[in-house]
């Protein structure tokens, strides 16, 4: 499975519309999540063993989104994402507020 995949396991719970990269609906809260960059982990005898993938998640809301980022974070945090840093913040063009959590996240390769 890919890391997106993983990712949207992880955020199937949650009960406002989540999309990887790009969300086109109406909703005014929302989630959107996409891979930043995967990089080689772990080799052995020369092959890749693991990735690490740099993954980000932003919430976007008109309203308050404190809760719905507590349940993101504590849903992340079951999949195995390693919480990096995240970046509040409010968009004057769009009147969005905004979340972005950023996870690391590891990924043993199939054999």
Known sequence: MSVTGVIQNALAPVT?????????GSATTYVIYF???D??????DNKLQNTLSNVQVSVYSKSNYNALVS????????????FTGGIPGYETDTGYYYYHLTYNYSMKLSD
């Open 35 to 37: 891979e930043v960059v």
């Open 16 to 24: 406002v519309p989540t999309a990887l990269h790009f969300y086109s």
């Open 71 to 82: 349940q993101v974070k504590e849903l992340m945090a079951e999949a195995e994402f390693l």
């Open 39 to 44: 990089r080689p982990n772990i080799h052995t």
